[in-house]
């Protein structure tokens, strides 16, 4: 397993203080902060029971509209970073990032939103948003203090990820797609796939 789109990051020492220093050597990664797989598809979800987000085998019980899909036609190693609940206390960052040597894609989920009112759809939205971005900022602010700009390293997106069952508010999703960038220079998606190239 090649960690290096870990490591070239320095994450270790751009996280100092936190699980980060509990990583001794390479393979200390998979135990706490990340997941690994190289399948050519593979579905990360927000587990309620583990309390964070994880790589799933299969979509059954958990149904695919619920699931981040990760197309990776060609097998790399792409690493599920743990960051809410995990890296973060619960409900203040994004829920994780899809990691890879040429991508860091932020996810948010918010696939137990109810189908509900406008007005709560509409939070729904915000708080998204507001998580990716809170994410986005902090690991750019850590990463640029060990020299490390982010943005040149890896090509970055956010998306945050809606139960199909939630009307799309399509002007909506367009106007915070458009602020996003304006104040994080990262596109945002509310689609729930993504390809690794």
Known sequence: MDFSPITTLKLKEAFKGTLFDEVENDTDYIKCLFEHGNSAQLFACDSNEKGYSTFISDTSGVGKDKCFIVRNNKHID????????VLYGKDTKCDCAILTSTQLDFVEFKTNAANSSSEAIRQNYEKACDQLSSTIKDVKRKCGGVNILIEKERSLKAF??????VPRITAY?????????????????FENEVNIE
């Open 160 to 165: 945050a990820v809606f139960n199909r069952t």
């Open 78 to 85: 792409v690493f599920l970073w743990r960051i809410d609940g």
């Open 173 to 189: 999703e367009n106007n915070l797609k458009r602020k996003f960038l304006k104040e994080n220079k990262i596109r945002l998606s």
